[in-house]
């Protein structure tokens, strides 16, 4: 029975999963090596708590009691060993995680079920550097994890059968929709988003159409929340370049192969909503989209 769940990184996913598992009643351990972000993640949680209380989605009773359910740590050895499960969210780097599942695997009770947040790196590969690969998983959330609904589940090429159906379990414990998927390069979810997102890029690259053309096609002819372009600066344009590669290099095939100008923009250091400019400039407070200058 899963009580006590360690999060691993207090960045924009690890808040969020730290923010939904307090929410749904589960004492969650948020650890971080950098005290400073821990603190910054739950005044973010705290903010997003107080949203959700405005819309009346939880109550203010509902908020304390999830904000206590909370606690932050930066020795990962010892949340690991007083932790059911554990959800890596650091950072999108292949050594570092198979650092951390390392760690994690020797510290943690042999019980505990090991998952990763990663939104492309191969399950079985973070599992091989284990010696319990039959119980760790992909539990990919979803940006904003407070409200987007799906959990990808991705089973590694020896999970156990008894991990998947628990964490289907509880990600429906956290009024989450779980779909479960098998282990290949960018899962199901950037296999599709991906290409999608790269194919705006190319015909923005080859002069088709504008930003807000490309952007206002997608969203008000396909209903999607927000365009190709807005999307790929949401989600960050150096982790759409990782997941093109990871899809370029997986599948062997060119039909992954990033734009030019998406390997460009990430080389200029324009990485989306977290640099402050790609597609669009954005300014500190404010919600108004700006295309930027070099697409007008
Ligand atoms: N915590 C809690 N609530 C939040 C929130 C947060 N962090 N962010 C937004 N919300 C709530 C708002 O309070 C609001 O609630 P109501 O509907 O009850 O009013 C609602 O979400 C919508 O927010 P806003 O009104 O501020 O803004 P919006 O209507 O423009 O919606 C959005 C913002 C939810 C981000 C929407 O634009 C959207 O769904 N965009 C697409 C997001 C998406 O595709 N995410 C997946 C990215 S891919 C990924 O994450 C995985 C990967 O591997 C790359």
Known sequence: MIKTVAVIGAGTMGNGIAHVFAQHGFKVLLVDVNAAQLEKAVATIDKNLSRQVEKNVVTAEQKVLSLNNLSTHTDIADAASKADLIV??????IDLKLKIFKQLDEVANPETILASNTSSISITKIASVTKRPEKVIG????????????????NGYATDNTITETIVSLSKQLNKVPCVVNDYPGFIANKILMPMINEAIYS???????????????????AHPMGPLQLADFIGLDVCLSILNVLYEGFGNTKYA??????NMVTAGKL???????????????KELIVSNRFK
């Open 204 to 222: 923005l690259y080859e002069g088709i159409a504008g930003v807000e053309a490309i952007d206002t096609i997608m969203k008000l002819g396909m």
């Open 258 to 263: 990033p734009c030019p100008l998406l390997v």
């Open 272 to 286: 989306g909503v977290k640099s402050g400019e790609g597609f669009y400039i954005y300014q500190a407070g404010s």
């Open 139 to 154: 539990m990919h959330f979803m940006n904003p994890v407070p409200v987007m609904k799906l959990v990808e589940i991705i």
């Open 88 to 93: 890596e969210a650091a950072t999108e780097n």
